[in-house]
């Protein structure tokens, strides 16, 4: 099942179910649904958080497509991030062998954990704001796997039976906060930790759309990828490929990340575990490429779907006197 987060034509957050490239919206759902507590949530987190909300769905949109529900396409609806309020970010670093040899690291022995807050959350479309202080932004697409039954200290085995199905994520960095060499300038140093390098506002695009577990395998391998789409100079507006890889090529895969995390964190419906980044970074490049205001960036996930944001100035964010 592929689900997609947009607001409706009142302003309302809703969920939609995707079929065959069509959007059936929560409205249409409605009309087929038996209880009427799903077509009301307003993100992936309010749907897994109510017992039986999968079976119950798909029963929804099999009715409406024998039905003939008429379908839309998504663009004519706003897209939202299909998470919104998750109760814990939990990301990992230094996940892919090719990211760790780029950085010039060793790979870890066990998963590097950090994480954001629901204040970096950003939908597709919406800006990333280059907050001041800060001259290297830097982009990576990654996995998320949102959470749908409570996780704690579970093996690897059962740790796919927690999982409710995944999105595609940018873990915004600014790198000179991070300490990374390769950005700093001279006299320049980091803060010691990734609070404000990982944390600051919008520095997590979610893109619109969710999928089961049922779609798509990560371990079987599924191509991700980032896009850097100049706003200035000769190549305006032409996007150029950053990262090419694959899920399959994380150092942990999702069912040990689940179970190492659980074991001192309890993980809970909705929560999201953000998995890692392929190579590609801009902060490894020679000579460097970093996000300016009037740049894009493009992530995708095969089979999951994308989420695309402009950069925009600390002075320029349009969400400044909301």
Known sequence: ????????????DRIGALVDGGLLTAGQLRKHERDGWATDAQSVCCLV????????????VRRAIVKGAPRIDPE?????????????????????GDHVAEGGRAAPDRPLLFAKFGNTIVGDGEAIVRPPGTHA??????????????ARRVSEDDAMSHVAGYVVANDV????????????????????????????????PIGPTFVTPDEVDPAAGLAIRSWHIPGTGDGAGVPVLMQDGSTADMLFDVPQLISFI????????????????????????????????GDRVRCEIEGIGVVENPVVDWADDPRRDA
Request: charged content about 25%.
């Open 137 to 150: 932004l830097d982009l990576e697409v990654e996995l998320g796997v949102v959470i749908g039954t409570r």
């Open 262 to 293: 659980s074991r001192q964190i309890t993980l809970d419906p909705g929560d999201l575990v953000v998995t890692g980044t392929p190579a590609g970074v801009g902060v490894f490049r020679d000579p460097p490429v970093f996000l300016a205001p």
């Open 173 to 204: 960095s600014a790198r000179d906060w991070q300490g990374t060499p390769q950005a700093l300038h001279d006299g320049e140093k980091g803060d010691g930790q990734w609070l404000r390098a990982k944390g600051s506002d919008t520095f997590l």
């Open 76 to 96: 004519r609806r706003r897209p939202l991030p299909a998470l919104q309020h998750p109760g814990k970010i939990v990301c990992v670093g230094l996940n892919y």
């Open 1 to 12: 099942m592929r689900l997609y987060a947009h607001q409706d034509r009142a302003g309302q």
């Open 49 to 60: 958080n109510v017992d039986g909300w999968r079976v119950d769905l798909e029963t929804t």
